[in-house]
Structure formats: C-alpha cells, structure tokens
T-cell receptor, first 111, second 111 residues
Framework: GAGVSQSPSNKVTEKGKDVELRCDPISGHTALYWYRQSLGQGLEFLIY????????KSGLPSDRFSAERTGGSVSTLTIQRTQQEDSAVYLCASSRDGGYTFGSGTRLTVV | GENVEQHPSTLSVQEGDSAVIKCTYSDSASNYFPWYKQELGKGPQLIID???NVGEKKDQRIAVTLNKTAKHFSLHITETQPEDSAVYFC??????????WGAGTKLIIKP
C-alpha cells in the first residue's frame, strides 16, 4: 500500500489479557520501528528491526512486551498480561533511507 | 549517545505571526535532521528535513536552519495559520542509525 497500515485502530482490553498489534510497513522499507505515546507525551522508543539483523529491543519496558517481524515485512507487537499503565497509542514507522513514515497508530485502553 | 533537546515545550502565537522552534543535539557526527508534525489522533508526518551539507532549506512557509558549529537547528513557520496548530517534533541521526527525538513542541495558533 501507499502508507504504513496499523490494526486495529482502537483496542479495549481487560487487565491481564494479551493483545496483538499489527503493522504493515511500506513495501521495500527495510527498517521498522515501534513507539509508544502516552497522552500529551513524546515518542517512547520500543523496538527496531533492520533487514535481517537482530532487532534492537532496548526500549521494551518489560518482558511482557515482545515483537516479531515476519519475512522482513509485517510486524506484530504483543503485550502479555496487560496492565493499566500499558494504555497508550502504539505507533509503527518504516524507513528506507532515513526519513520515517508513521502509521496512524493503535490506541490501546486497558480497563 | 545522541541527545536532542527541544524548546519551547509550548508555543502560542497570533495567527499571521511567525513561529520558531529550536533543537540542540549532542553528537557532532549527526548528519540528518528532520521535523515532524503530529495532528490530533494521527501519527507524526515528515514536513521538512535537512542534511548536514546545507545550512538552510525552505518549502513555502516553512524553513529549517542548521548551525553545525553550535549543534543546533531550528524550524521556522511564517504567516502562521490555524491549520499549523499541532505538536512538532525534531530529530537527529547519523547515517544508518535510528532517529533520536526531541520531546515535542505544542504550537497553538491564536485567532
């Protein structure tokens, strides 16, 4: 597609449940990033995939968070045993030559 | 590692006036400096970028200036309009490294 696609756009889940967030990057973009953004706050880096290299997981806040990127394309961010503090907008971006293109994000609400 | 500081955190200007947002960076090897605009409910969008081999770049009402010696760069918006109201993020990176982000500036255009 023409842009970065994220799904779902909104997700409400109960505390303790697992959630999966999907990102479909721009075709040909080798780099893929996940960020978290709490209301009115900046961009918190979570994880970075570059080609076939091992991902940079240094931003993941706990071992409840994991992500994978299959076939160098689609990525899934998984949050296990969700907590209320996980409520935020999760943004995905892809890049080829430096500039990032962001998706519209998934707004996650944990109740 | 790289650190990017952005000021001010909030900027309120009268419609038609100019707005300037400033960022400083710490790593002298950084060579790519983009600016992103984030409207409510959307992901950040690239509005202008500059590489370290130039000092200024313009695109209609927006311009970015770069001072490599002082390690700072600025976004200038002239003749501000209501649709310029948004959060603006600066970022910096070295070649083949991921972007390091400023904390964001909320720009408010007063009618």
């Amino acid at each position: 597609g023409a842009g970065v696609s994220q799904s779902p756009s909104n997700k409400v889940t109960e505390k303790g449940k697992d959630v999966e967030l999907r990102c479909d990057p721009i075709s040909g973009h080798t780099a893929l990033y996940w960020y978290r953004q709490s209301l009115g706050q900046g961009l918190e880096f979570l994880i970075y995939f570059q080609g076939n290299s091992a991902p940079d997981k240094s931003g993941l806040p706990s071992d409840r968070f994991s992500a994978e990127r299959t076939g160098g394309s689609v990525s899934t961010l998984t949050i296990q045993r969700t907590q209320q503090e996980d409520s935020a907008v999760y943004l995905c971006a892809s890049s080829r030559d430096g500039g990032y293109t962001f998706g519209s994000g998934t707004r996650l609400t944990v109740v | 590692g790289e650190n990017v500081e952005q000021h001010p955190s909030t900027l309120s200007v009268q419609e038609g006036d100019s707005a300037v947002i400033k960022c400083t960076y710490s790593d002298s090897a950084s060579n790519y400096f983009p600016w992103y605009k984030q409207e409510l409910g959307k992901g950040p969008q690239l509005i202008i970028d500059i590489r370290s081999n130039v000092g200024e770049k313009k695109d209609q009402r927006i311009a970015v200036t770069l001072n490599k010696t002082a390690k700072h760069f600025s976004l200038h918006i002239t003749e501000t309009q209501p649709e310029d109201s948004a959060v603006y993020f600066c970022a910096a990176s070295k070649s083949n490294y991921q972007l390091i982000w400023g904390a964001g500036t909320k720009l408010i255009i007063k009618p």
